[in-house]
T-cell receptor, first 108, second 109 residues
Framework: KNEVEQSPQNLTAQEGEFITINCSYS?????LHWLQQHPGGGIVSLFM???GKKKHGRLIATINIQEKHSSLHITASHPRDSAVYIC??????????FGTGTSLTVIP | NAGVTQTPKFRILKIGQSMTLQCTQD?????MYWYRQDPGMGLKLIYY???????DKGEVPNGYNVSRSTTEDFPLRLELAAPSQTSVYFC????????FGPGTRLLVL
């Protein structure tokens, strides 16, 4: 069983739709990261969370430590948001464990 | 700042050959990581370092070695390449946010 589970695995949305990607984890963590992997393979960090909520532009990330759950929301989705979104948890001791990613396609 | 750089971008190895994947960061980060990414699988941590002279094993360290003689450099060594090491390798560094290198695609035949 993976320490980090993401859902859905694949997601197709129409441009403008509100999107939610979920991440559940089963271990104690010191922080959770959301990453974006572009079709060309490059990986960019979107958020680091240890509690509450963060917002950057059209992206919002939330975390509930008690429920071991995080969500990434994209408002007013755009075709350029098409990418793989990866949840990663940082355990005490600085090791990272990753979900398998959610592949998002936004259709114009 | 160049950020995190990795070389080479792509390499084909024969079974049993050795090679070193280079990783350099210019952000003076203490934490550095090596990951591998296989198709359909999440990133897996191979080795990590919390500062110069300090390294530790991650989830999948077998067949690899690392060193961290300077803050900037964190090379990953494959001693006896095996087909199971065919993968894309990413180096990353962080203070809070992780910064990833562009990746090295390795094919072992």
């Amino acid at each position: 069983k993976n320490e980090v589970e993401q859902s859905p695995q694949n997601l197709t949305a129409q441009e403008g739709e509100f999107i939610t990607i979920n991440c559940s984890y089963s271990v104690g963590i010191s922080a959770l990261h959301w990453l974006q992997q572009h079709p060309g393979g490059g990986i960019v960090s979107l958020f680091m969370l240890s509690s509450g909520k963060k917002k950057h532009g059209r992206l919002i990330a939330t975390i509930n430590i008690q429920e071991k759950h995080s969500s990434l929301h994209i408002t007013a989705s755009h075709p350029r948001d098409s990418a793989v979104y990866i949840c990663a948890v940082m355990r005490p001791g600085n090791q990272f464990y990753f979900g398998t990613g959610t592949s998002l396609t936004v259709i114009p | 700042n160049a950020g995190v750089t990795q070389t080479p971008k792509f390499r084909i190895l024969k079974i049993g050959q050795s090679m070193t994947l280079q990783c350099t960061q210019d952000m003076n980060h203490n934490y550095m990581y090596w990951y591998r990414q296989d198709p359909g699988m999440g990133l897996k941590l191979i080795y990590y370092s919390v500062g110069a002279g300090i390294t530790d094993k991650g989830e999948v360290p077998n067949g690899y070695n690392v060193s961290r003689s300077t803050t900037e450099d964190f090379p990953l060594r494959l001693e006896l390449a095996a087909p199971s090491q065919t993968s894309v390798y990413f180096c990353a560094s962080r203070e809070e946010t992780q910064y990833f290198g562009p990746g090295t695609r390795l094919l072992v035949l």
